[in-house]
């Protein structure tokens, strides 16, 4: 399924276009101004645009309202997205997020704004022949899983080879746990897997690593923030998740989605398997907690000893 979205300077041109047989001169005026400048006419406050183009603070709530928006404070998110979009740092993005005066409660609102958006856009844009290829071939089981994410993407990178490790065998994270990255690698096999993350600013690793994948004959699926990014030129599959964000820094809560969509799927398709799995699992805690529990009354030079 392809996304339907438009983008923001496209919705909000087609808006004014829309309703401009209804607006008030002062309006129209400001209709004019933000149609000149936008993006970045949004990127301060109501009173602000409005004290720029000499009209108040309520023509411009009520030209939004008239426009459709729920609040300026969305069109505000769809002017930073529009902007945050093609700066690849932090610190490119911070003058634009934090250049203006918040509220702590603006600052709660806008973040609750941008990840209701980028969840839906990531559900909507959702490509879903290649999100069943991968579900599908992760739950088959056979070969090994690995995941790689670097920096920011790690902690999502490693909810997620937790999970997928207790709906089936062979997985693990490049470059997470004692072994380096390139001495896994040694063993790489065409029946092996890597679901690799891949967020701007992107890092050549995650790249060097796909080609050696691909080299050996496995299959390498990606989930990245643009079908631009250059993993995604290797991958098999992928799919996409949108991480805009109030702040400067990218926000991960759609990529936590579909990861969670990920291993919902796949354990869906082992469901003949998964509950005997975990029921060891649980097993395996009971065992591990009652020596955890000895061992805390035992004498230091017996504990650990059966």
């Known amino acids: 399924m392809k996304s339907t979205l438009q ?175 390139t001495d896994q690698l040694l063993w790489v096999q065409p029946e092996d897997v890597l679901l690799a993350f891949s967020i701007r600013r992107y890092a050549s690793g995650p790249v060097k690593v796909a080609q050696r994948f691909r080299d050996a004959g496995a299959q390498v699926f990606s989930i990245t923030d643009s079908s631009a990014a250059p993993l995604a030129a290797l991958a098999h599959q992928r799919v996409l998740v949108r991480t805009s964000n109030a702040s400067p820094f990218d926000s991960y809560t759609a990529a936590f989605f579909l990861c969670n969509a990920l291993v919902s799927a796949v354990a869906q398709l082992r469901h003949a398997a998964v509950p005997e799995t975990l029921k060891r699992r649980d097993d395996l805690w009971k065992d591990v907690e009652a020596q955890l529990i000895v061992d805390s009354h035992a004498p230091a030079g017996r504990r650990g000893k059966r």
């Open 7 to 181: 983008t923001p300077i496209a919705l909000l041109t087609e808006r004014l276009a829309r309703q401009s047989a209804t607006l008030t001169s002062s309006e129209r005026a400001l209709a004019e101004g933000l149609e000149r400048d936008y993006p970045h006419a949004l990127l301060e406050s109501a009173t602000a645009l409005a004290t720029r183009h000499g009209t108040s603070a309520s023509t411009v709530v009520r030209l939004f309202a008239k426009l459709g928006y729920a609040s300026y404070a969305e069109a505000q998110r769809e002017a930073r997205a529009e902007v945050t979009a093609l700066l690849q740092t932090a610190g490119q993005r911070a003058p634009v997020t934090i250049g203006t005066e918040r509220s702590q409660q603006q600052c709660v609102d806008d973040a609750l704004l941008h990840d209701q958006h980028n969840l839906n856009a990531t559900r909507d844009g959702l490509d879903m022949a290649a999100f069943e290829a991968i579900t599908t071939r992760l739950a088959e089981g056979t070969g090994r899983v690995y995941v790689l994410a670097q920096i920011n993407s790690a902690p999502v990178a490693a909810w997620l080879a937790l999970h997928l490790n207790m709906c089936r065998p062979g997985v693990q994270e490049l470059g997470a746990g004692a072994i380096d990255t």
